[in-house]
């Protein structure tokens, strides 16, 4: 195993009614001002923004309404963010909501700390920010495990970028799997296909060796993967959507990662394909992933076929490592079908005349990857997914 320095710092609250138990104690440590942002409304009809103005008007909070984060949240809104989180001296930023609120509240609370622009001041000086107004996260979708890192994915319309920013972590976060209930079902399978995706970018991540991280990371494909398919047939299952919602967090809270060089090649070309169509994340994610890997099969077949059998539990017995290999991939894919995932552009809605070279040419090239991609055979893979 690679060396490695693990910390997180996120204290998670989880489970059914914690906001209700904890909440009122945890804003005590925190000053007057709270900036309560969220998405375009849900939690307005679901009786989570009623539950969560209450509490903290009964703490004696001053509130400061920061709406409207949407979907793939993009620089501007960070920057709406920003400025008003500094006129009002926010002493705590509250993020209600899924991935995008999380992430557009990450960088809004290290961008109103520092005048510099922060695209330029990571992206060209290379400097991650150290100073943050104090960020707590109640999840009220899950999928991008968003909740228990520092990481934040944005949305940069101008320069046709969707990237990532380094911003706050969350000192707290609730996880309450009853929050999800209102989530329209296309959603929760999309987030929990996001989790098993981050789950899949890690394991097929270096060293390719033996190890913890990827004994657990099989249990955490092996149980999204049931508990998407118990969803299926009984919807409001709480078992199945409390497992969901801790397979997200362990996904993308780094236990999975210590000591390996993650992959994430697929998110990558995701994201561009999200700078060039807004398209939803994690469908974006289902259909790029079988064929991208059945370029990266041939790299690393041993992982592959480990995969194969480990994850979707296919008999080795008669097979050759490379057919095992492949039936793994193929099961993947059928298991997209299967749980209704799209499995091609047209069927993701991208338009026919998007223009994919740009997207292949923008797409970042990753270090952990099995096997060094160029631009042009992403675009070739962008192809195949047509
Ligand atoms: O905006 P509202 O009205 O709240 O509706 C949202 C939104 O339309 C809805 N929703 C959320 N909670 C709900 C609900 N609807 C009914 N009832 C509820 N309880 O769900 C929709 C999707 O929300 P969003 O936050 O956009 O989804 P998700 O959590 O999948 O986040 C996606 C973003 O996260 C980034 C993605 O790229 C994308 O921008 N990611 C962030 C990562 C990270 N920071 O670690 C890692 C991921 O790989 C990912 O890239
Ligand atoms: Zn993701």
């Known amino acids: 195993m690679n060396n490695f320095l693990f910390e997180n710092k996120t204290k998670v609250y989880f489970g059914k009614g914690g906001v209700k138990e904890y909440l009122g104690c945890l804003l005590e440590h925190y000053g007057d001002t709270v900036m309560l942002a969220y998405g375009g ?6 009786g989570i923004y009623d539950e969560i103005v209450g509490i903290l008007n009964a703490a004696g909070k001053r509130i400061v309404e920061f709406p409207g984060i949407m979907s793939n ?3 501007a809104k960070v920057q ?8 009002n001296h926010v002493d705590l930023i509250l993020a209600v909501g899924g991935g995008s609120v999380s992430d557009c ?9 520092v005048d510099e622009d922060l695209w330029e001041l990571e992206n060209t000086k290379h400097t991650r920010p ?20 520092n990481g934040a994915v944005i949305t940069h319309e101008e320069k046709k970028i969707k990237g990532a920013l380094w911003g706050a972590q969350a000192d707290f976060a609730f996880l ?3 929050y999800t209930l209102s989530v329209p079902m296309k959603q929760v399978i999309s987030g929990a296909f996001d989790t098993l995706s ?3 970018e890690t394991y097929f991540g270096k060293p390719d060796e033996n190890n913890l991280s990827d004994d657990i990371n099989e249990a955490v494909m092996r149980s999204v993967i049931r508990n998407i398919r118990v969803l299926l047939t009984d919807k409001d299952n709480y078992e199945a959507r409390s497992e969901l919602a801790w397979a997200s967090a362990m996904a993308e809270n780094g236990i999975l990662k210590i000591g390996k060089v993650t992959d994430f090649q697929c998110h990558m070309i995701e994201h561009q394909l999200g700078a060039y169509t807004n398209c939803n994340h994690g469908a974006g994610l289902a259909v790029i992933h079988p064929v991208l890997y059945r370029h990266l099969l041939p790299a690393n077949t041993a992982r592959f076929a480990r995969f194969a059998q480990n994850v979707w539990g296919i008999d080795p ?7 095992l290999a492949q039936a793994g991939v193929e099961a993947l894919a059928a298991f997209i079908k299967e749980i209704g995932m799209p499995t091609t552009f047209a069927e993701l809605g991208i338009p026919a005349d998007t223009d994919l070279k740009a997207v292949a040419d923008s797409t970042v090239l990753t270090g952990g990857c099995c096997k060094k991609l160029s631009h042009d055979e992403i675009y070739e893979i962008l192809k195949e997914c047509k």
């Open 41 to 46: 409304g849900s939690i307005k009809h679901n």
């Open 73 to 75: 949240p993009t620089y």
């Open 80 to 87: 709406e963010g920003a400025k008003l989180a500094r006129e």
């Open 105 to 113: 509240c990450k960088v809004v609370s290290a961008q109103a700390k």
């Open 130 to 149: 150290t100073e943050f107004i104090p960020l707590g996260t109640i999840v009220t979708v899950f999928g991008t495990g968003s909740e228990m890192n």
């Open 176 to 178: 309450d799997p009853t």
């Open 198 to 200: 981050h789950a899949m």
């Open 317 to 323: 017995a008669g097979k050759s490592e490379l057919k």
